[in-house]
């Protein structure tokens, strides 16, 4: 799947302009509130008409200004979540799901309506009305909804946005699961840091109504010179990772990567499970010996591939440790005080706590 958007749009004094390029897998529109993503998947969706330019998915045009195209929002075969449920409140759940079928102008497949049940684990809530339901349970209910519209194309604008830590960890979990098995490509909107991390494959960095950024998540993740656009966000390393145990008594996990492995706390993965881990700069020291007696559980040996242009007394450092390359933020004069440069070899030092994996 192929989803080209090139789209302008004057809203007051906003202006949506914006053009990026996704393929499949989970895309996330990353940046601060404001910054004009929900207005781009509306764009898609139909909900709102650019003032110009073109959306097309596949080859197949959705919109374009210059030959008078404006696909109906029912043809466009797009689902679409919302940050609230928006579930029928006189339909139960079956009601709700068996809805989005007058909607669909695909046919319907075999088997699909009990395999989306399964799948989101709704199968105990099929007779409930929404009133009846917990916040995480109507989410859930709402993604298969969209899910048995038939899409080529699932958008989700921030649909944990109004849930706890507890819901949202679950809801990430059965969009995992959708992302892995249905594989539907999704575009997913967001401004939560280890959503994107855990979820996307491809990163947009919007920031005041323009795609500033677009790339692998561990690229566009893993920046320092995007923080003006992505709010409160800092450039760090995107890990992908496997985990290889699980300690029960103190809730940990090993993961293994290519340059070693991590210990990190509360990883809802079964060993031999992928997962991805986000070490942000400023979470990793630096010592030229491998320290003893610390309560820090990773400690990493690496080589210096390169010292950042110093910014406030602050410089950065790019350890390369296996294929990974962590970056640490320390002062310039940790940099002259510990003689550090190019191809040293150094120890990193991450705290088990600090790692963003939800």
Same mark, same amino acid.
């Given at each position: 799947m192929t989803?080209?958007?090139d789209i302008e749009r004057r809203l007051g004094s906003f202006r949506l302009k914006t053009a990026f390029e996704a393929?499949?897998?989970?895309?996330?529109?990353?940046g601060r509130s404001g910054a004009g993503k929900t207005s781009v998947i509306n764009a898609i969706a139909g909900i709102l008409r650019p003032d110009s330019g073109c959306i097309v998915v596949d080859g197949s045009v959705l919109f374009d200004s210059k030959r008078g195209i404006d696909v109906p929002t029912p043809r466009r075969r797009v689902g679409y979540v919302f940050q609230e449920a928006r579930l029928f409140p006189h339909l139960s759940v079956q009601g709700n799901l068996r809805y989005a079928r007058l909607f669909s102008r695909a046919p319907e497949t075999a088997g699909h309506f009990e395999h989306v049940v399964e799948l989101l684990g709704l199968a105990q809530l099929l007779d409930r009305r929404p009133g009846n339901l917990s916040a995480g349970e109507k989410q859930r209910v709402a993604i298969g909804r969209a899910l048995l519209s038939e899409p080529r194309l699932l958008l989700l604008d921030e649909p944990l946005a109004s849930l706890d830590?507890?819901?949202?960890?679950?809801?990430?979990r059965y969009i995992e699961l959708m992302r892995d098995e249905v594989k539907i490509p999704i575009l997913y909107v967001s401004h939560a840091v280890d959503e994107v991390v855990r979820l996307a494959d491809t990163v947009v960095l919007m920031s005041a !109504?323009? +795609?500033?950024a677009t790339g692998a998540a561990d690229e566009i993740m893993g920046r320092s010179d995007l923080p003006g656009a992505a709010g409160p966000f800092e450039g760090g390393a995107v890990i992908d990772a496997r985990v290889v145990a699980q300690d029960l008594e103190f809730d940990l996990a090993t993961l293994a990567f290519d340059g070693g492995t991590l210990t990190v706390p509360n990883v809802d993965a079964l060993p031999g499970e992928p997962v991805r881990v986000r070490i942000r700069a400023r979470d990793v020291s630096i010592a030229l010996e491998r320290p003893q007696r610390v309560s820090i559980q990773n400690v990493l040996e690496g080589s210096i591939a390169g010292i950042g242009v110093e910014s406030g007394g602050v410089v950065e450092v790019a350890i390369s440790i296996g294929a990974a390359v962590l970056r640490s933020r320390v002062t310039?004069?940790?940099?002259?005080?510990? !003689?550090? +440069?190019?191809?040293?070899?150094?120890f990193a030092l991450v705290k088990a706590v600090s790692l963003d994996r939800r």
């Open positions: 989803l080209t958007v393929g499949g897998g989970v895309t996330a529109l990353f830590t507890h819901r949202r960890s679950e809801i990430l !109504g323009e +795609a500033v310039r004069r940790a940099v002259q005080q510990l !003689g550090l +440069a190019p191809g040293q070899e150094v």
